[in-house]
């Protein structure tokens, strides 16, 4: 207890507090200065509470989209304004200079924009949130994302958060696990599972699902694994009170026969991210399928949603909607001129 007062607290510590991995701490002391104003016998680093909450500061920046350099510029200015403070004495090191990085600090991470600083990243001209979910991932840094995410969504709305954040986060992740081996396949995963998470939290803005309304069936083709633009599909139905039914990745041809038979759809919307796994013969069995009373059946709207549905022309009774906000609009006007069936 002696030792926790005198020299702070360790870096396993401070590390599970933040949420970031001991190596990431390391890191940034040895690249950028951002380390602890005292350590046991000159080697184990120890850590204070002026020194947690710059590395607070520091995470806070990176997630919003600063660069790291610039980033612990910052912290280590508004912790201390002078070099370091502590028993030491010790001056503060001055960081390795990285290429194309300015010298002087930027006063808020709002000016982070600029194509590159998304740690190797092909991120493009994107969001500033885009950088900053892009650090977190890479990084491994699940409470960053979680809080990242639920703000994007808090600050955006979902559909600007998914088609204009999200989306483009985890196709730059994609394209750089394509060209980098089996480099950030890991980074991928993580991405992913939070995004799923936080779809899934998305809160209806109204009362539940109409019960006289029969519900949109969410499936990917057989052979098709992408589920996330489904899932955001999902998230906007529900935000909207319209009832649906996810069966997420690869649903085989008779399993979706099955489901459109048993629960008589409003509409079907049929998931493929890739020609080759574009299943038009079974996108027009769905779209041909009735159910009801005799003189009085329907038939499900299909939505091929997509790009591997792109290229060839749309069928009778089928959508190609270019977007997530065109296909909940598309869902939605559908719906308000749908009932169930009344009973004989």
Request: overall charge positive; some cysteine; charged content about 20%.
């Amino acid at each position: 207890m002696t030792d926790t007062v005198a020299y702070g607290i360790t870096t396993g510590t401070v590390a599970r507090r933040l949420g970031v991995s001991p190596t990431t701490l390391r890191s940034w002391d040895r690249r950028y200065g951002i380390g602890p104003a005292a350590r046991e016998d000159g080697r184990h680093r120890r850590w204070t509470p002026e020194d947690v909450a710059m590395l607070e500061e520091m995470c806070r920046l990176t997630a919003s989209g600063a660069p790291p350099a610039e980033a612990a510029r910052i912290a280590r200015a508004a912790r201390t304004g002078t070099g370091r403070s502590g028993g030491s004495g010790a001056s503060l090191p001055r960081p390795h200079a990285e290429p194309g990085v300015r010298a002087e600090p930027l006063p808020g991470a709002e000016r982070v924009r600029r194509p590159g600083s998304g740690n190797g990243l092909p991120l493009g001209a994107v969001r500033r949130e885009c950088r900053g979910l892009a650090r977190a991932a890479v990084r491994l840094d699940g409470p960053a994302l979680d809080a990242l995410l639920r703000d994007a969504v808090a600050d955006h709305g979902l559909v600007t958060a998914w088609e204009e954040v999200m989306a483009p986060t985890l196709r730059a992740v994609g394209r750089k696990w394509e060209s980098s081996g089996d480099r950030y396949v890991e980074v991928e995963h993580l991405l992913s599972w939070h995004v799923s998470t936080a779809l899934r939290r998305v809160a209806p803005a109204g009362p539940g699902p109409v019960a006289s309304v029969p519900p949109v069936l969410l499936a990917c083709v057989p052979g098709e694994q992408h589920t996330l633009p489904l899932e955001a599909l999902a998230a906007g139905l529900a935000e909207r009170g319209l009832p649906h039914r996810m069966f997420g990745a690869a649903v085989p041809a008779e399993a979706l026969d099955a489901a459109v038979r048993r629960t008589g759809p409003a509409a079907v919307v049929l998931w493929s991210q890739a020609r080759s796994t574009a299943h038009h013969a079974l996108a027009r069995h769905v779209a041909g399928s009735s159910f009801g009373v005799k003189g009085a059946r329907t038939h499900p709207l299909v939505l091929l949603a997509g790009p591997g549905w792109a290229g060839r022309a749309v069928e009778p009774g089928m959508l190609r909607p270019g977007g997530l906000r065109e296909a909940l609009d598309a869902l939605s006007r559908h719906h308000a001129g749908t009932r169930a069936p009344s009973p004989a």
